[in-house]
């Protein structure tokens, strides 16, 4: 019966040892000083990670210097001084120099003349063959007094006849305008030419209108 109670005890003993060995550390300090410490680091701390060397540099061709080959030197062998002998050999062609004809001299070429222009002969209306009328004076316009100078421009044919009239320069008076114009439709004129050829062409004719 004693013998049970020391081991049940004992073995409560040893609990509470062990509960206050974990409490205060003891139980700490005693692997420590059973285990060293540079093993518990080793499996603490994770093994580093690999670095892979970097590759090498790929090698650098180096280029040989191309040796040039010598360039001869050529020497040159000096050459014999001629002399001249004033007197002349008696067996010696003597020369004749005949004279050269002389060429003859090559004429410039001359330039072409342009072509002289085609005479023109402008039309007329004084020849005294044609006998054209003078223009009528308008009654109402001598009356009132109207008088100026009308410039015609007529084209004339090739027949003589008037093609057709308009007025370039006005007297200032319709009537006096209007009668310039019908009477030079009805003239006959010298047709214009052209180195000799008859031609159509526009002609200015003058008709004046003055009271006396």
């Known amino acids: 019966m004693n013998r ?3 081991i049940a005890l004992s073995v409560v003993v040893f609990h509470i040892a062990a509960l206050w060995a974990l409490q205060t ?3 700490r300090r005693a692997v420590e000083m059973v285990v060293p410490a540079e093993i518990l680091s080793e499996f603490i701390e994770p093994p580093a990670p690999k670095v892979a060397p970097p590759p090498p540099a790929p090698p650098v061709p180096v280029r040989q210097p191309v040796a040039k080959a010598p360039v001869p030197v050529r020497t040159v062998a000096p050459q014999p001084i001629a002399i001249a002998d004033p007197t002349p ?10 004279p050269q004809p002389s060429l003859p001299a090559i004429a410039a070429p001359v330039a072409a003349a342009p072509p002289a222009p085609a005479r023109v002969e402008l039309p007329s209306s004084d020849a005294d063959y044609l006998q054209n009328p003078k223009p009528p004076y308008p009654a109402l316009s001598k009356r009132l007094g109207e008088q100026g100078k009308v410039v015609v421009r007529v084209l004339i044919g090739v027949d003589g006849t008037a093609q057709k009239a308009e007025i370039k320069q006005s007297s200032g008076f319709d009537r006096l305008d209007q009668s310039a114009l019908a009477t030079v439709m009805r003239w006959r004129y010298v047709p214009g030419k052209r180195a000799g050829i008859p031609e159509a062409m526009w002609f200015n004719v003058p008709i004046s209108f003055v009271l006396e």
Do not use: C, Q, R
Request: net charge neutral; hydrophobic share 50%.
């Open 89 to 98: 050999s008696p067996n010696a062609p003597a020369g004749i120099t005949a």
């Open 25 to 27: 550390g003891l139980l």
């Open 4 to 6: 049970n109670v020391i």
